[in-house]
Nanobody, 125 residues
Framework: QVQLVESGGGLVQAGGSLRLSCAAS????????LAWFRQAPGKEREFVAY????????SYADSVKGRFTISRDNSANMVYLQMNTLKPEDTAVYYC??????????????????WGQGTQVTVSS
């Protein structure tokens, strides 16, 4: 079992920054690929970023490239999403997710084995 708990969401003005955190617990955490997804009201959950188990590989949705950075600290069982130059369109509930393959980027929800409960990010204009 892997448990994921997100934190760090809140209200920020357009152009501002937030850093989301996800604390993980459970067996073989170091070997899991980790990702962030987001879901706005009335829309499907969409991929945001992925990081491999070692942190050597990361991938981003085109909509956040150059603005968001995913990172992880395996010694602390944490994954982070640094969000800069936030836009109103970034408003969503952000979820962290884990998959056991650990290396190749997984782009869709169905490829992940564990999910957190989400944290709300609201960007005002």
């Amino acid at each position: 079992q892997v448990q994921l708990v997100e934190s760090g969401g809140g209200l920020v003005q357009a152009g501002g920054s937030l850093r989301l955190s996800c604390a993980a617990s459970g067996r073989s955490f170091r070997n899991y690929g980790l990702a962030w997804f987001r879901q706005a009201p009335g829309k499907e959950r969409e991929f945001v970023a992925y990081i491999s188990w070692s942190g050597a590989r990361s991938s981003y949705a085109d909509s956040v490239k150059g603005r968001f950075t995913i990172s992880r600290d395996n010694s602390a069982n944490m994954v982070y999403l640094q969000m800069n130059t936030l836009k109103p369109e970034d408003t969503a509930v952000y979820y962290c997710a884990a998959e056991i393959t650990g290396w190749n980027t997984k782009w869709t929800q169905s490829e992940y084995d564990y999910w957190g409960q989400g944290t709300q990010v609201t960007v005002s204009s």
